[in-house]
């Protein structure tokens, strides 16, 4: 929100620089995100009236205007804006000025027509974001008087309010924060007239959204532009005048942070009744739009239709024009969850309903309309009926919080008195209802509490914390002393766990030649593959993202198209993260990699053709991170050719080349995916394990064995019973005989070395032979197989 420095110091005195309470704000939590130098002392611009008004004759959007600016002599000037009418008051640089945007004004021809000057729009001088026509000043300014005197310098700050702190959102707001941080007085504003109120004339229906409604008739209202201090106040902060009325009720929005409406009385339909929407119900706003309501909005309705969306906007039918001749001041207090869902549900915010999501202080409803009403009698010559209307009840003020002042010198970090805890919450309104003693032997501090009445604009105080930290924000965190509070930390379960993940999947993948990428783990409605069974989530943020996904590979597939249509050759990835498993929604750490286009981006020195990734590229990297892994024919329907992924007697998941139909990228695409839990459970337990102190000795098996003889099944019969010589099994050789291409049976010689050695000795020749003897027995035995010599 944007603050004006000038109007801040009519309610506290500030430091002298912008930069200083930009700094005070900031240590306080209170960030200021930038400062602004407004006012419009340009030499040669001022004040001039616009005499006539004719059509340029050579181009269809520029007129030709005569304007007076009390030099003797009126200027004409060629003019594109078109908001105007003969007898307003607008800004006219004349040639030699100079205007903020570097533009240098002189005498010119345009189309033909010469031009004296120019005529300003606020963007041009600096006053505002409106470019879209000149700036249409008060009546009452003086021509010919230096624009600078109706806009004096004046600095803005742009304030960045958290949603807790709707408090701040009005000067008088910032300015009590400024009192409260500085020690400076509070200068309250001018004391008003106070009025009876009467419950006639309003009904409240929706009492949970709207608990209190108040609403003033005012007539004999005069409609029309504001006077200069007015329309200065309120477009210093960038909102455009419209009209005394209307700007009034932003006036006091800005100085008090109470929100008011204004209706056209004569256009109301007998009482007001605060109430919801039926639903589909129609709503023409004051923004031009047309909202389709729901049944749970909330709005202000005459006898025939709603005439405004409670705390959001007005409508059309009953706003304020120049006709107007008797109002309806509308001040109240909508419930901030309220707002908030009106305001998402039809995409519309306002300076109103920005104050009301936040709350407002309730205290300060009929203190703003008042204010307001005194305004409209004194601008708009209104005159204020004697009685507030009034429904509901203003919501109760917050609940007292207890504060022990050893807690707060212990949470802070340095002893502070009890007296100066006490003035700094007096400072924020805070007021002292009682004091307790317990009966200790400790430290006086510690034998003191303190009960707090809530000021009812302090809502977000609630908590013993909240106080200490409201107590911290005026002492200064700088005044607190820095320590070193870190120390040594065990490393925990979670630690060793990362670690292990690290050094076994993330690195070994990476040097495998494989990227890791991070993927939502939400998934939208068009996900097909890896999907079914996902649980959806009861309010998604967008179609994007309405399910937890059940498996890492979608994401990855997605990767994969969006690399593939920026044209890449090829994609090898892996992620690792949570999947939710239906139907419990159980989380469990998954790896997933994926595989596809070229194995190398040029081809190597040994081929010049190019490779395809394949399935003996997914089996080779995830050999790299499973132990003992073997690989067993397995079904999914998602996949062309599925295995099961096996580590020792464990599956822990699976993987194979994908379906077609499953992804747009031309090409096979091969996909795995791990339990990662167990993967590292089962490397977790890993033990350290000496070096061997005697030598190994290698003997080879050639057999000739059936063509359908897998090797799964030689190793088994060698290794089963597995002897206790016997140290590993390494095939090194296979040779296909097919019918009618080569002589000999048909089938496939094979060839094996097997290592032996002894953990306590040095092996004899005599000791190998008789063990490796009886393996080639069992071979020819159980197999059938023909072995070579």
């Not at 998954?590 to 040994?606: K, V």
């Amino acid at each position: 929100m944007k603050f004006s420095v000038n109007w801040l110091r009519e309610f506290v005195d500030l430091p002298k620089n912008p930069e200083g309470i930009a700094e005070l704000l900031t240590r306080a939590g209170i960030e200021t995100k930038n400062i602004e130098t407004r006012g419009a002392n340009i030499d040669k611009v001022v004040v001039s009236q616009i005499t006539a008004s004719s059509q340029h004759p050579n181009a269809d959007r520029l007129t030709v205007c005569e304007v007076d600016d009390r030099s003797g002599t009126k200027c004409q000037i060629v003019c594109g804006a078109t908001n105007y009418k003969v007898g307003d008051k607008v800004p006219l640089a004349l040639p030699g000025a100079k205007l903020p945007n570097g533009t240098e004004i002189r005498k010119s021809k345009l189309r033909g027509i010469e031009s004296e000057g120019m005529l300003c729009s606020p963007i041009e001088l600096r006053l505002g974001e409106d470019a879209s026509g000149l700036l249409i000043l008060s009546p009452d300014a003086k021509i010919g008087a230096p624009i600078g005197d109706l806009f004096p310098a004046d600095t803005i700050l742009d304030v960045e309010i958290t949603p807790n702190r709707g408090d701040l959102l009005s000067h008088f707001g910032l300015a009590r924060e400024i009192a409260a941080l500085t020690g400076k007085k509070l200068r309250e504003p001018t004391p008003l007239r106070t009025a009876d109120t009467t419950v006639a004339g309003v009904k409240i229906s929706a009492t949970r959204e709207c608990p209190f409604f108040s609403a003033r008739k005012i007539g004999d209202v005069k409609v029309g532009p504001s006077p200069q201090w007015l329309r200065a106040k309120v477009e210093s902060v960038g909102i455009r005048s419209i009209n005394n009325i209307v700007d009034i009720s932003n006036f006091v929005m800005l100085e008090l942070g109470q929100p008011t409406h204004a209706f056209d009385a004569d256009k109301l339909k007998g009482d007001i009744n605060v109430g919801l929407a039926r639903d589909g119900e129609k709503f023409l706003a004051i923004d031009g739009r047309t909202y389709s309501l729901k049944e749970d909005t909330c709005v202000v309705a005459d006898q025939g239709r709603a005439v405004g969306i409670g705390g959001v906007m007005g409508g059309e039918e009953t706003a304020v024009t120049d006709s107007t001749k008797n109002i309806l001041l509308e001040a109240a207090y909508f419930l901030p969850a309220s707002i908030r869902r009106t305001a998402r549900d039809l995409n519309v915010s306002s300076d109103a309903s920005y104050r009301f999501e936040r709350g407002v202080d309730p205290d300060m409803i009929l203190r703003a309309s008042h204010r307001a009403a005194e305004l409209i009698r004194e601008i708009a010559g209104g005159t204020p009926a004697k009685e507030i209307q009034v429904a509901g009840e203003l919501p109760a003020n917050p609940a007292d919080v207890s504060l022990s002042y050893e807690k707060c010198d212990r949470v802070i970090g340095v002893t502070i008195e009890p007296r100066t805890v006490d003035e700094i919450l007096t400072r924020f309104g805070l007021k002292k209802t009682r004091s307790t003693r317990l009966r200790s032997s400790t430290a006086r501090q510690a034998r003191k509490t303190g009960t707090w009445k809530i000021p009812s604009y302090r809502r977000d105080l609630q908590r013993d914390v909240d106080l200490i930290e409201e107590v911290l924000r005026a002492y200064g965190i700088d005044r607190i002393p820095g320590r070193t509070r870190g120390g040594f930390m065990p490393a925990s379960p979670a630690d060793r766990s990362h670690d292990l993940e690290t050094l076994w999947l993330r690195e070994r993948l990476a040097a495998s030649g494989l990227s890791e990428v991070r993927t939502s783990k939400l998934i939208s409605r068009t996900t097909s593959a890896f999907s079914e069974g996902a649980i959806e989530l009861r309010n998604p943020l967008s179609e994007d993202h309405v399910a937890l996904r059940p498996s890492l590979i979608s994401g990855l597939l997605e990767v994969l198209e969006r690399n593939a249509r920026a044209g890449a050759e090829s994609v090898s990835i892996f992620e690792i993260g949570r999947a939710f498993i239906p139907p419990s929604g159980e989380e469990e750490r998954h790896l997933a990699i994926l595989l596809w286009g070229n194995a190398a981006s040029t081809p190597n020195w040994r081929s010049q053709i190019k490779r395809s990734l394949d399935l003996f590229d997914l089996k080779g990297a995830l050999e790299c991170v499973i132990p003992n892994p073997s690989f067993r024919p397995g079904k999914f329907p998602d996949l062309a050719l599925a295995v099961e992924v096996w580590s020792g007697d464990q599956r822990i998941g699976f993987g194979g080349q994908l379906s077609a139909s499953k992804s747009s990228a031309p090409g096979s695409v091969f996909v795995a995916e791990l339990h990662a839990d167990l993967l590292l459970e089962s490397e977790s337990a890993k033990k350290f394990q000496e070096l061997e102190r005697y030598p190994a000795i290698t003997r080879d098996i050639a057999m000739i064995a059936p063509e359908k003889l897998t090797h799964a099944e030689i190793l088994r019969v060698i290794e089963e019973p597995k002897g206790p010589l016997l140290e590993s099994v390494q095939l090194f050789d296979v040779f296909e005989h097919r019918e009618g291409t080569t002589s000999g049976p048909a089938g496939k010689s094979v060839a094996y070395r097997l290592t032996y050695r002894a953990k306590n000795r040095t092996l004899t020749n005599e000791e190998v032979t008789a063990a490796h003897a009886k393996i080639r027995e069992r071979l020819r035995r159980e197999l059938g197989v023909t072995l070579r010599e």
